[in-house]
């Protein structure tokens, strides 16, 4: 059984910057999308980046040039490397196995003052 282990997450002031961690266990990784979301209090959980297994990204619009989404196949980790943090991306940031099925982790806070 898959299960993904976050970490990371906690209370930085704005301009901050923080590495979210996901250690993948249980399954494959090298060939298996991974990804980052965020659920803002009171709102859905939306794509942050994503990764696929060559290492090709995608981002959300509001986080670009701002965040890094990498990966360590070896380690089975997915990382995101959140700099010049922003009050609005305080939230929940969820680390996503897209395999066959999909597995989500359990979840990381991250709260950026201002």
């Known amino acids: 059984q898959v299960q993904l282990a976050e970490s990371g997450g906690g209370l930085v002031q704005a301009g901050g910057s923080l590495r979210l961690s996901c250690v993948v266990s249980?399954?494959?990784?090298?060939?298996?999308?991974m990804a980052w979301y965020r659920q803002a209090p009171g709102k859905q959980r939306d794509l942050v980046a994503r990764?696929?297994?060559?290492?090709?990204?995608i981002y959300t619009d509001t986080v670009k040039g701002r965040f890094t989404i990498s990966r360590d196949n070896a380690k089975k980790i997915v990382y995101l490397q959140m700099n010049n943090l922003k009050p609005e991306d305080t939230g929940v940031y969820y680390c996503l196995y897209s395999g066959g099925r999909t597995y989500w982790g359990q979840g990381t806070q991250v709260t950026v003052s201002s």
């Open positions: 990764i696929t297994p060559s290492g090709h990204t």
């Open positions: 249980g399954s494959i990784f090298s060939t298996i999308d």
